[in-house]
């Protein structure tokens, strides 16, 4: 037998056990299913022949099968062979590289990891301006925009003196309480400044915002161990225009998790690794929260914010022909509004980043209702999207 009838016969395989599972599934939910025919994926795999695979045999497969799935769809094979089994899900851990290395968003944790170095991830976001949701997708072809990859939702939700967009990994259930959600984004009521909340630690040491907001999630939806709350990752101001003077937006972005040095030759940023005890990955048992990374001060004092990334936009030029100001979004941006922008490192990370002009984030309209969203290491495709998710909130003194 040939090496491709191997792994075709394994797709088949596991399609059965997929289906067998689902089968379950859906017996347990209304209560008539036998004990028998409670029985997990786990147990349909150790009666089906690669039980007895050789384990040498199995990694060399799996991992081809991770090579050749190299974009979605067809990189729904990696995750499905992943939440086979606990044997099956650490070769594919092993196996799938984080974005910052293989430009690949494969498992939800990736929407957490930086971005690649070499290059961008192109998305694009779809508003309903109806509903007052935002959907972002990952491009499947060349074009501005098609029918994409789901990664995130956000909701908008108004307050007296403040805003919110919740942020989900579900594109129906963007509740705080769901455990789904994955953070959120904060404006004050001018829509002048906002704040990133992580919902989970974005590195070793991170504490937890002491507003009021912060919350532990009902222990029927997260174990009482994890950590729950809203951690700062960023800080994102705008410039007030009370002049009224025209010309583009000036944002400023604070990146609380990241370190200046991250944009520098070598420098690292945190990547988390895991999310905490649930099931967004579809995986039995996951453990505690991991990241691998140095250690940052969580304080959010002015004298510690030195050390941290600073983001600008990047400033646009004014085309005498065309009687407007100007940014090259090399052809991913066709309409003219205000929201668009680049993020470029401010010259405030110090004179050892000599790469200020590299476009970290990109954000632009190509119509109505939908928008381009280009970035690129160190931040993440959830810190891009709430970041984006800033400039579609009302400004009061700012246009």
Known sequence: MSFRSLIQDMRDEFGSISRHSLRSRSHRSAGNASRAAAAGPSEA???SCWA???PELLREVLVRIEASE?????????VSCAGVCRTWRGIMKEAVRVPEVSGKLTFPISLKQPGPRDGTLKCFIRRNRTTQTYYLYIGLTEALADDGKFLLAARKCRKPTCTDYLISLDKVDMSKGSSTYIGKLRSNFLGTKFTVYDAH??????VVSKSRSARVVGLNQVSPRVPAGNYPVSHISYELNVLGSRGPRRMNCVMDSIPASAVEEGGKAPTQTEFPLSSLDSFPSIPFFRSKSARIDSSTSQSSRSDRLVLKNKSPRWHEQLQCWCLNFRGRVTVASVKNFQLVAS???GPGNQDNNKVI???GKIGKDLFTMDYRYPISAFQAFAICLSSFDTKIACE
Do not use: I
């Open 201 to 206: 630690p974005p590195y070793d040491g991170a």
């Open 52 to 54: 007895q695979l050789p």
């Open 70 to 78: 190299s974009w979605w769809p067809a990189r729904r094979d990696v």
């Open 45 to 47: 795999m150790d009666q």
């Open 347 to 349: 010259d405030d990370n």
């Open 361 to 363: 984030l990109q954000f």
